[in-house]
């Protein structure tokens, strides 16, 4: 089957050739091979529209324009034949410039003349039939085939002017490879085997063919559906379209059919949207789609998860069910998309009119809230935080003290302590050092705190580097303040390190925890540091004291702290142990008694646990500090992404198998003082896992 513009074209009674116009409704008969057409093709160019057919014995190229007129003027249309006796053809492609054609019989490649019977190239290697071929468009002369060899399934690279193999992969998948696409926006291969499994590479020269990313097209189909039938069973969709049927059991009777990716196509994503303002996602990202036997799909090459499935036996006008080939326009016209599919079983072939707009927007207004009222946000809304009552401000508070006053006599005393000058001490302490040090730290960001231009690049030249320790010492966890004067630094030797930003001094050195530091987190005024450790402590130190201001000791946490932070604009402190974070409210006090001076006078209470569902443990937690916000983004073991917003007091979403495996870091989008952002930017943030990809996130979309 063959698809282009407004043409499909498909075999009639074997060994002749339909060429049926979608506009006018006319079908075009061109008669001259002797056997079953097995491969067909049109040509990259509109004007001439080329159609290239093959069949055991011959492989033909016709010129529709002409062969039309012949027609008109009652004579038979013929073609050129450019290639005999080639074998069996799997597929045909033209080159870019339509002056070549790449042909795939059995285990060969043959690249023949758009124009003559003449072959430019033999191209061997393979050692099972070769099922697909395509030319890359911004290198001359360099072809990509994939092959059904399940011993040595191979990717191969052709430089075809040369017959020179340039690159060979080694085994990808246990399952033929069936169809291959190049995208030249993104410079990436994507092929597909029987058993529905994606593999993405990039032709980048620096990147080696290295493989980007593995998609499992069931696995997706099965968590789009389900997230479907979720949203229809909440009631938070106002779609009438029958959801996928999702069942993990399958009926009795039933039986379990692989997922073959037979096609991969360009979609016209945006085009079909050029009227209405975007929602569903970013215009600078690629769609394709991917014709399976049972349906087609849209996948996003951005964070490859489905935008849309169509399954053919949703439709009962259409008789087909399992389909044995497909083919697609790779452009839309009038919004519409011409999808051409042949039965499994059957001699039936169905031409199918794919509105692409109504399709992503029927199953994407499940996704899309109904109102802003539903709506995740960072930025706190105008609702009373309901942790912030006065109960816990009683509670937390710490009992009046009489301070220190200067002792006043109210008669004359005539003593030479108070009438003569003041003798000179033998010993005084340096109290004005960090008054000075707590001075410089103030005034230093008012002359260093410039808008940062947001059209620059990011900072990417290599300063220096230097060695924290004599010793090699692992670093755990860096941190810069929110004014970008301080560095903080903990290391598994027990200690955090305070550095100026040049790295040029140690501001300060804080000891005393028994294990190493996990975490550490600054306050927003800049004067307070928070730091958790594998001792199951947790210490608040104050910038300009070597002594800790808070300890939480190992009998308030089971198990070790593993992420602690300030909350709430410096009004609570947000840290995980285990399955669950727990939300403390403090109040902090430095001054010393002289009589109980080893007495801590700053008090914390625990104001409430949130425990993430089904996971054995929290791997890193995230909140913004640097303006009220309610929500706090949790990651677990389970490979888990969980939103909590604590204006409400619960998990608000749930994102599931967000990673390969559990996420080690989130990073949010927690404002800063150099720059002035949107507030749709602070709805961003970013997760990692060891070994898997960089995933960027919007709230609002939870995708």
């Known amino acids: 089957?063959?698809?282009?513009?407004?043409?499909?074209?498909?075999?009639?009674?074997?060994?002749?050739?339909?060429?049926?116009?979608?506009?006018?409704?006319?079908?075009?008969?061109?008669?001259?091979?002797?056997?079953?057409?097995?491969?067909?093709?049109?040509?990259?160019?509109?004007?001439?529209?080329?159609?290239?057919?093959?069949?055991?014995?011959?492989?033909?190229?016709?010129?529709?324009?002409?062969?039309?007129q012949k027609v008109q003027e009652g004579f038979t249309p013929r073609g050129i034949v450019i290639g005999t006796l080639l074998g069996m053809v799997l597929h045909i492609r033209f080159s870019p410039d339509d002056q070549q054609v790449a042909v795939c019989a059995r285990n060969q490649i043959y690249v023949l003349s758009a124009k003559n019977e003449a072959i430019l190239a033999k191209l061997d290697g393979h050692l099972a039939p070769v099922t697909a071929a395509e030319f890359c468009t911004w290198e001359k002369s360099m072809l990509i085939s994939v092959s059904e060899d399940r011993t040595f399934k191979a990717r191969k690279v052709w430089d075809y002017s040369t017959s020179q193999l340039i690159y060979q992969s080694g085994i990808i998948t246990a399952f033929p490879l069936l169809s291959l696409l190049i995208d030249e926006e993104n410079k990436q291969i994507i092929t597909g085997c029987a058993e529905g499994q994606l593999w993405i590479f990039s032709l980048i020269s620096a990147h080696n063919y290295r493989c980007i990313a593995n998609i499992d097209l069931k696995k997706e189909q099965e968590k789009y559906c389900n997230k479907l039938v979720l949203l229809t069973f909440l009631g938070e969709g106002q779609n009438n379209s029958k959801p996928c049927k999702t069942d993990n059991v399958r009926p009795e009777g039933s039986v379990e059919t692989s997922l073959p990716i037979l096609l991969i196509e360009h979609c016209d994503f945006f085009v079909c949207f050029h009227n209405e303002e975007n929602t569903y996602s970013s215009q600078n990202t690629s769609y394709f789609w991917i014709g399976t036997s049972t349906g087609l799909l849209i996948i996003n090459l951005a964070n490859f998860e489905l935008e849309a499935f169509l399954s053919y036996r949703d439709y009962s006008d259409l008789s087909i069910q399992i389909a044995r080939s497909c083919a697609l326009t790779r452009k839309a016209a009038n919004g519409k998309v011409l999808c051409l599919i042949t039965s499994m079983f059957e001699d039936l072939i169905a031409v199918l009119e794919v509105n692409l707009a109504a399709l992503v927007r029927t199953q994407h207004s499940d996704f899309l809230p109904c109102g802003n009222e539903k709506s995740l946000s960072v930025v706190a809304s105008s609702y009373i935080f309901p942790f912030l009552s006065n109960h816990y401000i009683r509670v937390i508070g710490v009992k009046n003290t009489v301070k220190d006053k200067p002792l006043v006599f109210h008669n004359k005393i005539k003593s030479s302590g108070y009438t003569a000058a003041p003798r000179m001490t033998m010993f005084s302490p340096n109290t004005n050092l960090k008054k000075k040090e707590v001075s410089k730290w103030k005034t230093l960001p008012k002359c260093k705190n410039k808008e940062y231009p947001l059209d620059s690049y990011p900072p990417i030249k290599y300063e220096k580097e230097i060695s924290v320790t004599c010793k090699p010492t692992p670093i755990f966890c860096v941190q810069y303040s929110g004014d970008g004067e301080l560095l903080a630094c903990g290391q598994a030797d027990k200690t955090v390190l305070i550095f100026n930003s040049s790295l040029t001094d140690v501001y300060n050195v804080f000891s005393g925890h028994d294990g190493a530091v996990n975490s550490v987190g600054w306050?927003?005024?800049?004067?307070?540091?928070?730091?958790?450790?594998?001792?199951?402590?947790?210490?608040?130190?104050?910038?300009?004291?070597?002594?800790?201001?808070?300890?939480?000791?190992?009998?308030?946490?089971?198990?070790?702290?593993?992420?602690?932070?300030?909350?709430?604009?410096?009004?609570?402190?947000l840290l995980c142990c285990g399955a669950e974070f727990h939300l403390l409210s403090f109040h902090l006090d430095t001054t010393k008694d002289d009589l109980k001076r080893y007495k801590q006078r700053s008090v914390c209470k625990l104001v409430q646990k949130f425990p993430m569902t089904s996971a054995m443990e929290i791997t890193s937690l995230s909140a913004v500090n640097e303006f009220y916000s309610y929500l706090v983004l949790t990651a677990g073991s389970n490979r888990a992404l969980e939103v909590f917003d604590l204006n409400a007091g619960c998990s608000t979403a749930v994102i599931q198998e967000a990673h390969v495996r559990s996420v080690h870091q989130i990073c949010q989008n927690k404002g800063s003082s150099f720059s002035t952002q949107q507030p749709e930017a602070y709805n961003l943030f970013l997760t990692t896992a060891g070994g898997d990809s960089i995933k960027l996130w919007d709230l609002r979309t939870l995708r």
């Not at 056997?35 to 014995?57: D, M, R, T, W």
């Not at 300009?544 to 909350?567: D, M, S, W």
């Open 1 to 68: 089957l063959a698809c282009s513009h407004h043409h499909c074209a498909f075999p009639v009674s074997r060994n002749e050739l339909c060429v049926w116009n979608t506009a006018t409704a006319q079908p075009l008969y061109l008669s001259g091979h002797h056997y079953s057409i097995s491969a067909l093709s049109f040509g990259s160019k509109i004007n001439p529209l080329l159609v290239c057919s093959a069949s055991h014995e011959r492989v033909i190229m016709w010129n529709l324009d002409e062969c039309t």
């Open 523 to 573: 306050s927003h005024d800049r004067k307070w540091l928070v730091s958790a450790s594998e001792d199951r402590t947790l210490r608040v130190w104050s910038v300009c004291n070597k002594e800790p201001a808070l300890i939480l000791g190992k009998e308030k946490f089971h198990k070790t702290v593993r992420f602690a932070q300030f909350y709430f604009i410096d009004t609570f402190i």
